[in-house]
């Protein structure tokens, strides 16, 4: 089990660090402790039933089962890995992530669960710094963080290196449909980006992303669009008035409703636009 790490106030994991960790001691248990967008695949679905619906996608798309030996980078409190685990009963499972209160829950939570840390373990640490040897995982997720990595071709590229030969990658990340069209597409992505804490270099268009994938050695890439499935369910979830009121409990007024209603904000409003879009990145790493 490593220990926590310490990022200088200039460097990039500090500010998402920070970003994340705000507000997040009320966090631990409020919709199972799950962050992600959700995949609300059928009407009447609660925001639980879809980020758990989300999570089962990712896991049926890597092909986890007994045998498999798994790297989750960006595994937020950990609720992820457990119903992984419980589901598709890998091997093991070592998740990452860079914020230390993240992974002090995500401890907590598998103990009370009575996951020993010799099948789950959690670790603290830079995506673009992944502490594992070469040829170390079969498969590796990564479910809304790729896009907070600085950048996120250093992380293909470690991702890469840490998974073996015939190793699958699976990712839930946004991406560019276009290039913005004047000032004020410009400026509404440079606004909620700085305020998410998404580098400069990380924003463009799938044929780009495509292509760093394949200049960090990935082939068999596929990248599917699915903000219908995802975007606007996580919106209106986070526009009703209980979800406001407890949002405003646990993270206060100016982080959890001025900030996070900024953030979805820009990303609904991008994604409305033809803008932006939610992806799913399905990648393998060649035998040979």
């Known amino acids: 089990m490593n220990n926590q790490q310490v990022w200088k106030n200039y460097e990039h994991e500090s500010k998402v660090e920070k970003f994340y960790a705000s507000g997040i001691d009320g966090f631990h248990d409020y919709h199972k402790g799950y962050?992600?967008?959700?995949?609300?695949?059928?009407?009447?679905?609660?925001?639980?039933?879809a980020a758990e619906n989300l999570v089962r996608h990712a896991g049926e798309l890597l092909g986890l089962g007994q045998?498999?030996?798994?790297?989750?980078?960006?595994?937020?409190?950990?609720?992820?890995d457990?119903?992984?685990f419980r589901a598709c009963n890998p091997e093991s499972i070592d998740a990452l992530d860079v914020t230390w209160k993240h992974i002090e829950r995500a401890r907590i939570r598998a103990l009370r669960e009575g996951v020993g840390e010799d099948r789950i373990r959690f670790h603290h640490g830079s995506a673009t710094k992944l502490p594992f040897p070469d040829n170390s995982f079969t498969h590796l997720l990564s479910?809304?963080?790729?896009?907070?990595?600085?950048?996120?071709?250093?992380?293909?590229?470690?991702?890469f290196r840490v998974l073996k030969p015939g190793g699958v990658m699976v990712l839930t990340d946004y991406g560019?449909?276009?290039?913005p069209r004047n000032m004020f597409e410009r400026g509404?992505?440079?606004?909620?980006?700085?305020?998410?804490?998404?580098?400069?270099?990380?924003?463009?268009?799938?044929?780009?992303?495509?292509?760093?994938?394949?200049?960090?050695?990935?082939?068999?890439?596929?990248?599917?669009?699915?903000?219908?499935?995802?975007?606007?369910?996580y919106y209106f979830e986070h526009r009703r008035p209980?979800?406001?009121?407890?949002?405003?409990?646990?993270?206060?007024?100016?982080?959890?409703?001025?900030?996070?209603?900024?953030?979805?904000?820009?990303?609904?409003?991008?994604?409305?636009?033809?803008?932006?879009?939610?992806?799913?990145?399905c990648a393998k790493k060649p035998i040979i």
């Open 35 to 49: 962050l992600n967008f959700g995949y609300w695949t059928r009407d009447g679905m609660t925001y639980e039933e």
């Open 67 to 80: 045998g498999s030996i798994l790297l989750d980078v960006g595994c937020g409190m950990g609720t992820q």
């Open 82 to 84: 457990i119903a992984l």
């Open 143 to 159: 479910i809304e963080a790729p896009e907070h990595f600085d950048t996120r071709e250093k992380f293909f590229h470690e991702a």
């Open 176 to 179: 560019l449909v276009r290039p």
């Open 188 to 233: 509404a992505i440079d606004f909620a980006r700085r305020l998410w804490q998404v580098p400069k270099a990380n924003i463009y268009e799938n044929n780009i992303y495509q292509s760093k994938l394949e200049a960090a050695g990935f082939q068999a890439i596929a990248i599917d669009t699915i903000g219908k499935y995802t975007i606007p369910g």
């Open 242 to 281: 209980e979800s406001v009121a407890e949002i405003k409990k646990i993270r206060g007024f100016w982080k959890g409703i001025v900030g996070g209603y900024l953030i979805d904000v820009g990303v609904y409003g991008a994604y409305k636009l033809g803008l932006c879009e939610y992806l799913i990145v």
